[in-house]
């Protein structure tokens, strides 16, 4: 049965539609806990999500799982080099019989939209999802047009075969809220996944339960932004963006936009833990997924062969963590 959203009010109730949602989502993409907490943190957080990994971990799974569960609609969009931008955002077809053009809308109208291979489109049809993951509408022939909401993009994106593909710039790639790895299962989990084998996993997705209806979203995205940031915390977030803009190994820090989402990510990853305050250590949990993508490396570091990872552990170290009950009200 679904949820009415006045039920996500206190961070007590977002905790419990949280866990069950998760839960839901597990019975079809089995080990795969963390990625699934991430994403659904993504759609509470109104951000984007880039799934970067190789094929056949879930990675769509993952997508209509969480679609399915607030029974949001689902497309998806397998983007190859032939792709043309209205393609994705939709056409003006002439009427005849009206004598006027009438607008179909693409596939990007839709709750989720799932970017399968996002990498391997050009750099002009990649572009056309700029403005609808930032803007949240789409302009074609000088109209534009409102997308749905909740609105959650999925781009998906193999880091091992580059073949064909077209690097994402970085100002696509700073729309992404977060980037997470699936990884591959652990043992148990992949022996559970086999024996539930005897379904299509496509059909098995189709038959999740809703757990929330769509309505919840939004009463969960507003809950999630009265958790409190105290000032000591908000602290910690600007110095962590300062120390990667002055780090050496690095060419390009933390933006402004980064340091905003990074505090917008934090906030529903308190709630989802049933508190209405954050914590440093909620920080620490989402810098990797909100900043690794957003920072490049000097060519020095580059040549050294340092990764992004090990700078923000080392980033970590280094930026003084605020003590006592800083994260409470």
Excluded: W
């Amino acid at each position: 049965m679904a949820r009415q959203p006045a039920q996500a009010s206190s961070p007590g109730t977002f905790s419990a539609i949280f866990e069950e949602i998760v839960a839901n989502v597990s019975e079809v993409l089995h080990g795969k806990e963390e990625p699934i907490r991430l994403a659904l943190v993504c759609l509470l957080t109104e951000g984007h999500l880039l799934l970067e990994d190789v094929p056949g971990v879930g990675k769509t799974t993952l997508a209509k799982a969480l679609a399915r569960s607030f029974d949001l609609e689902c497309r998806r969009i397998q983007f190859t080099p032939d792709l043309l931008p209205s393609d994705v955002t939709g056409v003006s077809v002439y009427d005849r019989a009206a004598g006027t053009f009438s607008f179909r809308p693409g596939p990007v109208f839709a709750n989720v939209v799932i970017g399968d291979e996002i990498n391997r489109a050009s750099p002009k049809t990649q572009s056309a999802l700029l403005e609808a993951m930032q803007e949240r509408q789409v302009t074609v022939d000088s109209t534009t047009h409102r997308l749905p909401a909740p609105f959650l993009v999925i781009g998906t994106q193999n880091p091992v075969e580059h073949e064909g593909t077209y690097p994402l710039p970085e100002s696509q790639l700073d729309r992404f809220l977060l980037r997470i790895r699936m990884g591959y299962p652990a043992r148990s989990a992949e022996i559970t996944m086999l024996e539930a084998s005897s379904a299509r996993s496509g059909e098995r997705v189709d038959e999740l339960p809703v757990v929330a209806d769509t309505a919840t979203v939004p009463a969960m995205v507003d809950a999630a932004r009265r958790v409190h940031v105290a000032a000591a915390v908000r602290g910690y977030v600007v110095d962590l963006a300062a120390a990667t803009r002055q780090h050496p190994a690095l060419a390009l820090g933390m933006s402004p936009r980064a340091t905003l989402a990074l505090q917008a990510a934090v906030r529903t990853l308190a709630a989802s833990e049933g508190r209405d305050y954050v914590i440093p250590d909620d920080v620490k949990h989402l810098l990797g997924p909100v900043v690794e993508h957003r920072l490049v490396l000097s060519p020095d570091a580059t040549i050294s062969g340092a990764g992004v990872r090990d700078v923000l552990d080392e980033v970590v170290r280094q930026v003084p963590v605020p003590s006592g009950r800083s994260g409470a009200p």
